[in-house]
């Protein structure tokens, strides 16, 4: 027998096994969509590339280390679709980046850049996922620095019969200030038949090297319940401290006197949320409220209604339509974004194309 053939093909057979139990997928989202945005000091119509979701091109793989371990990645770049644009400001990838090991019976530890606990409690709790005129996002604190977390670790529990946990930490990496600017975050969920709950607790410590500022501090729970043919959400949030319900629109764009600033923003308010989705064949409506509860002396409350609807051409594909509104009081300046932009007036309304794959 021809011994170095055999050693060859067993070093084939060999490399073959492990590629089939390793594997990278490319996906992605193309969506675009007309926007019209009203209410503010000036109106402005325009298409925009990720209006109910951010569109993206990702990588993402697993490898089996053997014994039920795992590693993993994501690499997630965000696109202006309208434009070509990178999104996220540039960042190559600036939606997700991150890579991790783990088992399904230990869970898994990511490190990178990753969502929040406090982020994937809000997409739960919204019938517009985080996107479209009618994003939570308007009036409840999920953007920004608490949506995506920088030079974070995160753990992931497996399923614990019903429950699920995660666990975050974000450093501030901040010289001579080493607590400035760090993370933490909890979440704690409960799956069972058409129920689903999800609690999160966020902090982020707004201190800098030179100035004592605070800490904000979010807590959401959240829960869906599936009755034929309709899925109901609903949210209950608290938020304390500086910075705990940031507007996505800093820009003064009511042009209210005088014009908005940090210390003038809420440092203690309570969110609720209200919303329903309603899928027929390839049809779907949803639509939610949401009530945001200023509890400082100025008293700044804002109400938003949203309405939409969703045709499917396909399993991938998908046209949807959204209108919303927020009624701001007391001078309070929160304005109708959508899951890309911060938003120019205190209305909106889409009409877009989205494509995944």
Partial sequence: ?????????????????????SGVAVYGIVDVGLSRESGGTASVSKLTGGVAAGSRLGFKGTEDLGGGGFAQFVLEAGINADTGASGQGGV???????VGIGSKRLGTVTLGRQYSPQYLTTVLADP??????????????????????????????????????ELAYAAGEMPGAGSAGRHAGVALAYTAGPLAVRWAYHNKDND?????????????????????????????????GPFSSP??????????????????????????????????????????????????????????????????????????????KIINRK??????????????????????LRHTF
């Fill in 1 to 21: 027998m021809n011994k170095p053939l055999v050693a060859a093909a067993v070093m084939a057979l060999a490399c073959s096994a492990a590629l089939a139990q």
């Fill in 247 to 324: 507007l996505r629109n800093p820009a003064n764009p009511f042009g209210v006197t005088p014009a908005p600033t940090a210390a003038s923003l809420s440092r203690d308010s309570k969110d609720a949320l209200v919303g329903l989705t309603v899928p027929f064949g390839v049809h779907m409506l949803l639509a939610s409220a949401i009530h945001k509860d200023d509890r400082m002396a100025a008293n700044q409350d804002a109400t938003q209604y949203a309405l939409g609807y969703r045709y499917l051409l396909s399993k991938r594909t998908d046209i949807y339509t959204v209108y919303s």
């Fill in 208 to 240: 800098t090297a030179t100035a004592r500022a605070g800490s904000a501090r979010n807590m959401l729970l959240a829960a869906t319940y599936a009755f034929r043919p309709a899925r109901l959400h609903l949210a209950y949030g608290i938020n304390k």
């Fill in 92 to 98: 190559l990838f600036g939606r997700q980046a991150f």
């Fill in 128 to 165: 517009f996922a985080s996107g479209t005129a009618g994003d939570s996002k308007n009036l409840i604190q999920a953007a920004g620095s608490v949506g995506r977390l920088d030079n974070s670790i995160k753990y992931a529990s497996p399923a614990w019969g019903p429950f699920t946990m």
């Fill in 331 to 352: 001078g309070a300046t929160y304005t109708v974004g959508n899951a890309t932009e911060a938003g120019a007036g205190d209305r909106a309304w889409n009409l877009g």
